[in-house]
């Protein structure tokens, strides 16, 4: 971030209003420029949402899909990868350990699974919220308007969609027979109907420019996401993309900065996946604008089969027990504290956010 380009001060004070060029200029930053935008977005970070950080505990409890996104490897065709569902027990249960460790949230995902209806899902949303004072947020991909009505009646509070990339073609090439536009207009849909949404996307996929990242930034912004996960494409060998490189962790970094500065409210994640790539992905993340920790509480024997990418994090991590008081320890180390609370968005903490300094 050079001042002579675009003059920090402007950025400062705009930097909910950044421009596209402006975007591309921070996410070309190096060096000071960089760590400049990384000191930014820590101080919007501290006035926007504060120091506690959320702790998202994800219940993945299928890894059936029926799409064929060419980079993930739960992809339909990935004939590689041994298929599990749990039972409703079995996610009830995984649900009461995480609760009982202080996860107030509890993220129900899977790939896009239609063993798993509309009804039956509903039905255990209404069963968790009966049991546990945690918010429910749901993330099993692109379904029917009815479907999400269904789950929102049942009280599930938020929704997970990822725009994964906001270039139609790129998205239309990368996940067949899916557009960018359905995307939309789902996470529309949600919105209608009562969901925090989130949203969220890869950096590093191939075909991918800054002008791309640029526009994915400005998509989450007018969506006005409640949450936003940004994390690095990993190339699976299970997957067509198993050749190409992968997203760097410098450039996650920055998007995830530069998220910070346009929505100083929102809740954005730490991600895994920066996590799977760098010892100190989620530490870093902390430091860059994240407020959120998704520690995975699937049962052992069934996260090591969520292979999504390869090397992800939580597969050599062990159980809940163990796990959320190593995520809460780093947190502290981190100089922040677990929150307490549900962590719903939209509650600004500073009104005040416009000039971090
Ligand atoms: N690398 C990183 N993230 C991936 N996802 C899927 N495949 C990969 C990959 N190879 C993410 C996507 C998707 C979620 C299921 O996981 O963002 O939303
Ligand atoms: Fe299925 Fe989602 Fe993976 Fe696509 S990204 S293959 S929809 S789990």
């Not at 938020?158 to 073609?169: C, G, H, S």
């Not at 190409?244 to 895994?272: E, Q, S, W």
Request: aromatic share 6%; charged share 25%.
């Amino acid at each position: 971030m050079r001042t002579s380009h675009m003059g920090a001060p402007a950025v400062l004070e705009n930097s909910r209003q950044l421009s596209k060029e402006d975007i591309i200029r921070l996410l070309q930053s190096e060096g000071k420029d960089s760590e400049r935008l990384f000191a930014l977005a820590d101080a919007t970070r501290a006035r926007g949402v504060g120091d506690a950080v959320h702790l998202r505990g994800i219940i993945e409890f299928s890894n059936y899909c029926v799409k064929n996104c060419l980079y993930c490897g739960l992809r339909k065709d990935n004939n590689r990868l041994e298929r599990y569902r749990m039972t409703t027990d079995e996610i009830l249960e995984t649900a009461r350990v995480g609760a009982g460790a202080g996860v107030r949230t509890i993220v129900l995902q899977s790939g896009e699974d239609p063993f798993f209806t509309g009804d039956i899902l509903a039905r255990l949303i209404g069963e968790l919220k009966d049991r546990h004072d945690t918010a429910i947020t749901v993330s099993v991909g692109e379904r029917t308007k009815s479907d999400y009505r269904l789950m929102r009646k049942a009280g599930a509070d938020r929704y997970l969609l990822k725009q994964e990339t906001a270039d139609p073609v790129l998205f239309a090439g990368l996940r067949p027979g899916t557009t960018l536009e359905g995307r939309k207009r789902r996470l529309l849909w949600l919105k209608e109907l009562g969901f925090l949404i989130g949203s969220g996307g890869m950096v590093g996929l191939p075909g991918q420019t800054v002008e791309t990242l640029a526009e994915d930034i400005l998509l989450m912004r007018d969506l006005s996401v409640e949450m936003a996960g940004i994390g690095p494409f990993i190339p699976n060998s299970d997957t067509p993309l198993a050749e190409c490189a992968g997203g760097d962790v410098n450039m996650t970094l920055k998007m995830l900065a530069i998220a910070r500065l346009v929505m100083p409210f929102a809740h954005l994640p730490a991600t895994t996946a920066l996590a799977s790539i760098h010892t100190e992905g989620r530490q870093m993340a902390l430091r860059c604008g994240a407020n959120v920790v998704m520690p995975d509480i699937t049962p052992v024997q069934y996260k090591k089969l969520y292979r999504i990418y390869p090397h992800k994090i939580s597969i050599a991590e062990d159980g809940v027990i163990e796990s959320i008081p190593r995520v809460s320890r780093m947190i502290l180390d981190s100089g922040r504290y677990v929150a307490r609370d549900h962590g719903h968005g939209g509650k600004p903490v500073s009104t005040d956010c416009k000039t971090a300094k």
